[in-house]
């Protein structure tokens, strides 16, 4: 259902709820290229996804868990990947998925919040800058309307001066036809509410199928993604808001099912995209990694060191990227978390700038502006 205050609402995004508590956020672009970041909220284990049976100190870490990789499809000499994750391990296959592992925001401390602040501003300390890096790279590409939103709140990564307009799904029943038309003819004379209201309607459209019952699993969140990233003059970039990462008990069996819907996810939109898959990269970044040894209640802690994933057709994938730094005691980041080998904003700033022909220099000083490294990764995007 449409109110006013669902489309006067800030942001360029749509969000429905999932199985695992999905948000989802869309913008327009003049592009051909199709771009999708889906966030984890809650510090997402990289070990427990990605995990480095090759270490000789993996097992005695990580205990319990590690039974996880027992049959665990390896990727490399080095790295296997979750059993649950059968669609990325296909997308690997297929040299379409990329890994970066020991990978960290410049965030160093372990709230949930100041984290995920960092990693959707591209600052280098929470809440120092008051935009996100997602809607400064919309500033970067050539754009011909307003961005579209669905969703009742923007998630800060798209937050910022481009201006956009947005769509909330509601529990409450939907609006007749009548009702519509009447709304539509009462803005009419309305130059600025006019011009919401029709794109409003416009996205209604488009989410009539796949919104309904709020898409209530990953996997419909994926399709509804891919069906408004498809479809003739529609959004071209995404965010995907996940939550239930913070598996401080009993992980095993939460993280498997957590993995599970975002491939399921994954694999939506990749069948939904059909040919477009060809230009697409996906992006899955979480704000922190967990501590290397498990907890007392069979779960990890707040870490610092995770893992990114680069998905798609337009990745020149089939790699596991890794300046490994180790799991014995010694090696780690004070005394307890994966110690980070590449900065998340490098790895960011890199996929885009490759993705959408930017200037990596260009791009890094508006998206990251306090990038202590000038480094960038080649060859994230298929010739």
Known sequence: MFTRRSFVALGASAIVSSGLGAKMVLARANTERRFVFIIQRGAADGLGTLA????????????????????????DSMFALHPSMTTVNGLYRAKQALFVHAVASPYRDRSHFDGQNVLETGGSAAY??????????????????????????????????????????SALPDASDDLLARVTAMYQGDPQLHAVWEQATATRMLTSDMA????????????????????????????????????????????????????AMIGAIQSGLGPLWANTMVVVATEFGRTVKVNGTQGT??????????????????????DWPGLSDAALYEGRDLKPTVGLDTVLNSAVASHFDLLPVRSAAKLFPDMRSARVMGDLVRA
């Open 128 to 169: 120092a800058l008051k935009d996100g890096w997602l809607n400064r790279l919309l500033s970067l590409l050539p754009a011909d309307e307003k961005a579209i939103a669905l969703a009742a709140t923007i998630p800060m990564a798209l937050r910022g001066k481009v201006e956009v307009a947005s769509y909330a799904p």
């Open 301 to 322: 802690d707040h870490g610092t060191g995770s893992m990114a994933m680069l998905l798609g057709g337009a990745v020149n994938g089939g790699r596991v990227v890794a």
């Open 212 to 263: 309904a019952d709020n898409g209530r699993n990953a996997a419909a969140t994926g399709s509804l993604a891919a069906k408004l990233l498809a479809a003739e003059g529609g959004a071209r970039i995404a965010m995907i808001e996940t939550g239930g990462w913070d598996t401080h008990a009993q992980q095993r069996g939460r993280l498997g099912a957590q993995l599970k819907g975002l491939d």
């Open 52 to 75: 480095p049976v090759g270490d000789p100190a993996f097992v005695a870490q990580r205990g319990l868990l590690a039974q996880d990789f027992v049959n665990a499809p390896k990727l």
